[in-house]
């Protein structure tokens, strides 16, 4: 008699393992009363572990003048179809004054976690978010987005995935390795600043003369022009930035309010 038959089951636990093994027989032999032989053993079985993850990415450089920054929190590798992640966002204090949240794909917030809470230096906001519904044995992709006023910002800070866990109906709390967090530079300009070289001077002034008269109805009303800074640099202003008290024309109101903001 002869033929193909599982003749056992093992289950490994294998927590916290990342990378790819083989499992393989070795040392294979048979008995019959006839006598013993030797098995040859065909090809291991190949797992490969991964450990779910997390990250943030968002704007790189923000500045007062348009001063909204995006954040998206993102996950690799979570190995169910439906669950809960839960973790939290860390900012420091002074980079942002109110917040718009959404949650994205095919996440919905499980519970309302509440506000910002200032603990010491830093900004936190936990969030419990569930996947209710899905196929597959992986899911990967956004699940967050933020969207940060930072209005008097100033300097570089990074938001950060903290006490990130992933639970399912089967495991709870299993950790989620954060890959990434966001890095951002703030930067604060004088709107009397129009060349953006961090100082209001003569040469914002002289930017502004230069454009005098054009109106938002002139085709190069936002078209930047450029002007030598110092031999090795030069800086671009355009009518419309100096056009500083926003009335659609560049007139001696824009040079007063540049003149008498000359640091
Ligand atoms: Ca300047
Ligand atoms: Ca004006």
């Not at 603990?119 to 996947?131: M, Q």
């Not at 003569?202 to 110092?230: G, R, T």
Request: proline fraction near 3%; hydrophobic fraction near 45%; charged fraction near 20%.
């Amino acid at each position: 008699m002869s033929g193909d038959a599982d003749i056992i089951d093992i289950v490994l636990a294998c927590k916290n393992v990342v990378g790819i093994t083989n499992v393989e027989v070795f040392d294979a032999k048979y008995a019959t009363p006839g006598g013993i032989g030797t098995l040859t053993a065909t090809d291991p079985a190949v797992t490969k572990f991964v450990k779910p993850s997390i990250s943030i990415t968002g704007t790189a450089e923000v500045s007062n003048l348009d001063p909204s920054a995006a954040y998206r929190v993102s996950v690799s590798d979570l190995l169910f179809a439906t669950g809960v992640v839960q973790f939290a966002l860390r900012i420091e204090d002074g980079f942002f004054a109110d917040s718009q949240i959404n949650v994205l794909s095919d996440w919905v917030e499980v519970s309302d976690s509440g506000d910002w809470v200032l603990d010491g230096k830093h900004w936190t906001k936990a969030f419990e978010l569930g996947k209710p519904n899905g196929t597959g044995a992986s899911w990967r992709g956004d699940i967050l987005e933020v969207v940060f006023d930072c209005e008097d910002a100033r300097g570089s800070t990074m938001v950060e995935v903290i006490d990130a866990v992933a639970s399912t109906p089967a495991i709870t709390d299993m950790p989620l390795v954060v890959t990434g967090n966001a890095a951002t530079e703030f930067s604060y300009f004088s709107k009397y600043d129009v060349n953006r070289d961090t100082v209001v001077s003569s040469a914002d002034l002289a930017a502004a003369m230069f454009f005098f008269a054009k109106h938002n109805i002139d085709v190069d009303w936002a078209e930047f022009v450029a002007f030598e800074k110092s031999a090795l640099e030069s800086l671009s202003v355009s009518a419309e930035r100096c056009d500083v008290n926003d009335d659609s024309v560049v007139d001696i109101q824009d040079c007063i309010l540049i003149s008498i903001n000359i640091e």
